[in-house]
C-alpha cells in the first residue's frame, strides 16, 4: 500500500517568490491536512481539505493558501515568500472520518522541506 | 496560549531503561490522544493513542497513562532501545471530523546502549 506521497521533497526559492508543493494521499484518503514543522515553533496545523473543501484553517496568513482536487490531491501555495517561510511541510491524509473509529489514521508523508534564501 | 505543553524537551535513557514522556493541555474539549513518533527525514507517525473514557492502554513496550482531571497524559516506554530513538510528540484533538492537531514542542529520546 502506497503511503503519503509529497513533491518535491527539497526545494530552495528566494525571497518573494512563491512556491506550490503537492500532495498525493493514500488511496481512498479524502482528508488532507497540511502542518508547518519548525524547530523554533515546531508542528503547526496551516489547514484541512476533505472532499475539495477546507474544513479548518490554522492561524496563518493569506500567503499560505491550499486546494483539494477531485481525485483527493491536495496543493499548497505559499506566495510572497519570507525567510520565516522555511521549514518542513508536512502533508497527512486519513479516511476524513470521525476518530473514534478506531479504523481512522492520520498518516503523514515526509515533508518537503522548503529553504528561502 | 500554550495548549500543549510537552516535557522534557530532551531525555537520555539507557538501553532497558525506561523512558516517560509528560503532556499537559489546557483545552478540556480535547477528546483523542495520541502521541506520534519521528524520525530523522521522515514524518511523524502515529506510535499509540488513548481515549479519555480509559485511564491506560498498554501496546507492547509502549503505555499511554491518562489522568482527565489532571490534563496530563503520558507516555511510557519500557525497555527502551537505540531504535527508539526519535522525537516523540503529543497531539491532542477535539472530537469527530476534527483533523487539527494541536502538537507538543516534542521530546528528543535518545537511547544509549
Known amino acids: 500500500k502506497a503511503g503519503v506521497t509529497q513533491t518535491p521533497r527539497y526545494l530552495i526559492k528566494t525571497r518573494g517568490q512563491q512556491v506550490t508543493l503537492s500532495c498525493s494521499p493514500i488511496?481512498?484518503?479524502?482528508?488532507v491536512s497540511w502542518y508547518q514543522q519548525t524547530p523554533g515553533q515546531g508542528l503547526q496545523f496551516l489547514f484541512e481539505?476533505?472532499?475539495?473543501?477546507?474544513?479548518n484553517k490554522g492561524n496563518f496568513p493569506g500567503r499560505f493558501s491550499g486546494r483539494q482536487f477531485s481525485n483527493s490531491r491536495s496543493e499548497m501555495n505559499v506566495s510572497t515568500l519570507e525567510l520565516g517561510d522555511s521549514a518542513l511541510y508536512l502533508c497527512?491524509?486519513?479516511?476524513?472520518?470521525?476518530?473514534?473509529?478506531?479504523?481512522?489514521?492520520?498518516?503523514f508523508g515526509a515533508g518537503s522541506r522548503l529553504t528561502v534564501l | 496560549q500554550q495548549q500543549v505543553k510537552q516535557s522534557p524537551q530532551s531525555l537520555i535513557v539507557q538501553k532497558g531503561g525506561i523512558s516517560i514522556i509528560n503532556c499537559a493541555y489546557e483545552?478540556?474539549?480535547?477528546?483523542?490522544f495520541p502521541w506520534y513518533q519521528q524520525f530523522p527525514g521522515k514524518g511523524p507517525a502515529l506510535l499509540i493513542a488513548?481515549?479519555?473514557?480509559?485511564s491506560e492502554k498498554k501496546e507492547g513496550r509502549f503505555t499511554i497513562s491518562f489522568n482527565k482531571s489532571a490534563k496530563q497524559f503520558s507516555l511510557h516506554i519500557m525497555d527502551s532501545q537505540p531504535g527508539d530513538s526519535a522525537t516523540y510528540f503529543c497531539?491532542?484533538?477535539?472530537?469527530?471530523?476534527?483533523?487539527?492537531?494541536?502538537f507538543g514542542k516534542g521530546t528528543k529520546l535518545s537511547v544509549i546502549p
Open positions: 483545552n478540556t474539549a480535547f477528546d483523542y
Open positions: 488513548i481515549r479519555p473514557d480509559v
Open positions: 497527512a491524509s486519513s479516511r476524513g472520518l470521525a476518530f473514534f473509529s478506531g479504523a481512522n489514521v492520520l498518516t
Open positions: 488511496s481512498g484518503h479524502r482528508s
Open positions: 481539505y476533505f472532499s475539495e473543501t477546507q474544513r
Open positions: 497531539a491532542p484533538l477535539t472530537g469527530a471530523g476534527s483533523y487539527q492537531l494541536t
